[in-house]
């Protein structure tokens, strides 16, 4: 179902968050049982103004930089957290690349610690795996609420990494996210979902006598949700 009018994501004046809120090095994420199982207990925490955390820090990013993850997922967001703690208690993209050592450069350190200041109901589908950590990387370069709509619609559009990494530069150059997103032939909003019968029944037949596609319902439905 998709929402084409003009400004139909974002004009109602709620605040969505698009970074992160909770500290830096915090495994809200890799910490929570829900999302991550028994791994959940082996969440390491990084603290940015404590030594010895920070030296944990800069050994991960070390360790994460020469490639020993694997493609893991929840080692990759282990490795963002440790990027970003180390810049926050070094000071400097420059410093932090400095102490962890030549194969973290700032550049590999930017782009991870980015990801790391994504929000919360972003990292939570890198963690999932349904974002793959190198879109996530991709998706962290764009800001505000197209950030947010570029991850749903990378699920939703099921975008390869090569094709979030172009709509994000496209993003960057002032493409609006329809056109950008439309080269791939994702739609903005749209998005497959399950009713029970009565549900359907019900707004099929309400559709029908309004004359009016079924994602218009939806969409008044749920603004409403929201707002209350």
């Known amino acids: 179902m998709t929402d084409n009018r003009p400004g139909g994501h974002g004009e109602r004046g709620r605040s969505i968050p698009t970074d992160r809120e909770s500290p830096v090095g915090a495994p809200v994420i890799r910490g929570d049982e829900s999302v991550t199982g028994t791994r ?7 603290d940015p ?4 955390s920070l ?10 930089a020469s490639g020993a993850s694997d493609d893991d997922h929840l080692y990759m967001l282990r490795g963002a957290a440790a990027c970003a703690a180390l810049v926050r208690g070094e000071g400097s993209y420059k410093a932090a690349a400095e ?5 973290a450069t700032v550049s590999f350190i930017r782009k991870w610690a980015r990801v790391h200041d994504l929000p919360r109901s972003v990292r939570k589908q890198v963690a999932l795996g349904k ?6 990387k991709h998706i962290a370069r764009v800001g505000g609420e197209e950030r947010l709509l570029l991850a749903w619609a990378s699920i939703d559009g099921d975008l390869t990494v090569r094709e979030v ?3 994000a530069s496209s993003l960057n150059d002032d493409t609006p996210i329809h056109e950008a997103l439309a080269e791939y032939d994702a739609r903005l909003g749209e998005l497959e979902l ?3 019968p009565p549900t359907y029944r019900d707004l099929r037949r309400r559709a029908s006598i309004e004359d009016v596609e079924p994602g218009e319902i939806v969409t008044e439905a749920l603004e409403t949700y929201f707002e209350d």
Not at 40 to 46: I, K, L, P, S, T
Not at 131 to 136: G, L
């Open 40 to 46: 959940a207990r082996q969440a390491v925490q990084f």
């Open 49 to 52: 103004d404590d030594p010895d």
């Open 55 to 64: 030296e944990e820090a800069a050994k991960t990013v070390a360790e994460f």
């Open 99 to 103: 102490r962890a050592g030549d194969d």
């Open 131 to 136: 974002i793959a950590p190198t879109a996530a």
């Open 165 to 167: 990494r172009s709509i």
């Open 194 to 196: 399950t009713l029970s």
